[in-house]
Antibody
């Protein structure tokens, strides 16, 4: 079945960086964008950006530009999200998700399915 | 700060019908971008329950339905069941945010 499996929990100090992995299985990895979404502690879902695994092209939410980098390793069907200059309010759960869209419908509005199980990132001194 | 606004909470007794609104603007829902809905239970991955305004993925019961009009959308759950509890989020696209996907503020559904 289609599945995204993420790396385990991380504890980081303020100012450090964290890199979360997301390994895809059950479908052709390069054919679908990977999106990253986070839920900071006590907050709702927040979209961070997407990456096209075939080209490597990315688009980041304005809030995270300059701090986030999304990459991939195609031989292992793995996507990565690295967030730098961590602050305490970056504490939360980070999810990857596959992007889907209706090819015959305009304008395009992707939806996300499935999602990875989530990776808890704790930023604390 | 989300550009899609939802009520913080809705509740209903088992078997009742509840609706969740998702209010946007002319740069997202009003511009014709589809709305999608997710159910999120604490400690689990969000689950897609509706895509393309009113389409149910395989395995989602027909108790879930959706609609969209103007700058708003809504999700309806009929025949409410205990397993429907959780947080629900709408999601769409906003062209004024440099090509950004956006989520609603989230609604907690409580089955009384």
């Amino acid at each position: 079945q289609v599945q995204l499996v993420q790396s385990g929990a991380e504890v980081k100090k303020p100012g450090a960086s964290v890199k979360v992995s997301c390994q895809a299985s059950g479908y052709t990895f390069i054919n679908f964008d990977i999106h990253w979404v986070r839920q900071a502690t006590g907050q709702g879902l927040e979209w961070m950006g997407w990456m096209n695994p075939k080209s490597g092209n990315t688009n980041y939410a304005q809030k995270f530009q300059g701090r986030v980098t999304m990459t991939r390793t195609t031989p292992t069907d793995t996507a990565y999200m690295e967030l730098g200059s961590l602050r305490s309010d970056d504490t939360g759960v980070y999810y990857c998700a596959r992007g889907l869209y209706e090819t015959t419908h305009q304008p395009r509005s992707d939806w996300f399915d499935p999602w990875g199980q989530g990776t808890l990132v704790i930023v604390s001194s | 700060q989300s550009v899609l606004t939802q009520p913080p909470s809705v509740s209903g007794a088992p078997g009742q019908r509840v609706t969740i609104s998702c209010t946007g603007s002319s740069s997202n829902i009003g511009a014709g971008y589809d709305v999608h809905w997710y159910q999120h239970l604490r400690g689990t991955a969000p689950k897609l329950v509706l895509y393309g305004n009113n389409n149910r993925p395989s395995g989602v019961p027909d108790r879930f339905s959706g609609s969209k009009s103007g700058t708003s959308a809504s999700l309806a759950i009929t025949g409410l069941q205990a397993e429907d509890e959780g947080d629900f989020y709408c999601q769409s696209y906003d062209y004024r945010l440099s090509g950004s996907y956006v989520f609603g503020t989230g609604t907690k559904v409580t089955v009384l």
